[in-house]
C-alpha cells in the first residue's frame, strides 16, 4: 500500500467514525425528546392547573367576593388587609357606600405586599376562611377596622386576634383552622395577586372602574364622584 492509498484509508476510517459518532447523537436526541416531551407536557400543564384561572378587572368571577347591584358600575378593588393606605380606602368607600350601592357592584381581591407587610398573607386567609362560611364581608370590616392594633402584634397572638374576630362572627373556629390551609383557598389568594399584576396592579389600593385604573380618591366624595361619572358614560 503507498503512501496516497494510506492517507485515502484514514480519511475513510475517520469518516466512518464520524457518521457513527453522529448516528449515535441523533438516537440519544431522539431517545431524549421521546422520554423529556411528555415529561415537559406533564409540567406544564400541572403549572396551568395548580395556578388556576386569572380574571381582569372587568371580569366577575364566581369566587370574587361581590356585593351592591350586580348590574352596575364594576368597582374593583385590590388590597392588602396590613396596608395603612387600604385602611384610609376601605374608609373613604364605606362612607361613600350608601349613596353608591345602588349602583355599584364592588368586587375585593387581594394583593397582599408580604415582604413590608408581615400579617397581610395571615389575614387573607382569615378572611377567606370566614367567606367560607358566609362571612367575608363582615370579616373583611373587623379587618380594616382593628388594623392599627393586629398590626403591631407578633404571628402567634396575631392569628388569635384573628380566631378572636371568628368567634365574634359566630363563625366555627376549628373550621376556619382547617379552611386557612386549604390549597383552593391559598391558590385563590394567590389568582388574585396574579390577576392583579397582570393588570397593572404595582401597589395596594388599586382601583378599576368597569375595568380602567383609576387615581385613588382621597375623599369619600372623590369615591361617589368616580361612580356618578362611569355610571352617566
Known sequence: MNKREEQKKIREQKQREAEQRSARQKLVAKVAMFVLTPL??????????????????????????????????????????????????????????NSIS????????????????????????????????????????????NQAYWSTLGDTAVRAEFEGYIEQLDLDVEQARVDIRAEDLIQKIRNDQRSGTRSGVRGTPTLFVDGRLVPTPRTSAEVVALINEAAAS
Open 40 to 97: 415537559v407536557i406533564i409540567v406544564v400543564l400541572y403549572a396551568m392547573m395548580g395556578q388556576g384561572e386569572v380574571y381582569s378587572p372587568i371580569e366577575i368571577a364566581e369566587v370574587d367576593h361581590v356585593r351592591g347591584n350586580p348590574e352596575g358600575v364594576k368597582l374593583v378593588v385590590y388590597a392588602d388587609f396590613q396596608c395603612p393606605a387600604c385602611a384610609t380606602e376601605y374608609m373613604l368607600v364605606a362612607q361613600a357606600w
Open 102 to 145: 345602588d349602583r355599584t357592584q364592588m368586587v375585593y381581591r387581594h394583593y397582599p405586599l408580604t415582604a413590608t407587610h408581615p400579617h397581610a398573607w395571615t389575614a387573607a386567609t382569615y378572611a377567606e376562611a370566614a367567606g367560607r362560611q358566609g362571612k367575608f364581608w363582615e370579616m373583611y370590616d373587623l379587618l380594616f377596622i
